[in-house]
């Protein structure tokens, strides 16, 4: 929990400052901030389904981060868009992170209405049924 109020307060905190990025740096930034959404919706899943591990969430945060400036540089250097690797690989899996939490927020919520809905009388109580045809009824 502690770990969602950081990046909330994080989050407000940048949305809050006058951040100046020189334009050199841009697409380093933009490349680091998908690595980093990609490792915050990975972690949201992941406590979701009650398999979350700090020191996991932590090193994908600094690994992702990692890989993903290294592949811009050496691609910068090397001339080649390299860093489009990166983009698809974070973005697929942000979307797919996202899809997941959207099921399992739905099936939380639907199945929570569900069993509510079970535990309410039906009519078929004392044994007696009551079926689709008005002739046994």
Do not use: C, Q
Request: aromatic content about 12%; charged content about 25%; hydrophobic content about 50%.
């Amino acid at each position: 929990m502690l770990i969602i109020i950081a990046i909330i307060l994080g989050g407000v905190l940048a949305f809050a400052m006058d951040w100046y990025v020189p334009p050199e740096y841009t697409s380093y930034v933009a490349i680091v901030v998908l690595a980093f959404l990609d490792t915050i919706f990975g972690g949201f899943r992941a406590y979701l389904e009650k398999r979350f591990n700090t020191v996991m969430f932590a090193t994908g945060l600094v690994g992702n981060s990692v890989i993903a400036v290294f592949l811009m540089f050496i691609g910068k250097r090397l001339e080649l868009d390299l860093h489009l690797a990166a983009v698809i690989v974070f973005g697929s899996r942000l979307f797919l992170n996202f899809a997941s939490i959207r099921r399992i927020l739905i099936d939380k919520f639907i199945g929570s209405r569900k069993k509510k809905h079970e535990d309410e009388p039906t009519g078929e109580e004392d044994g007696e049924e009551i079926s689709e045809n008005p002739e046994k009824n």
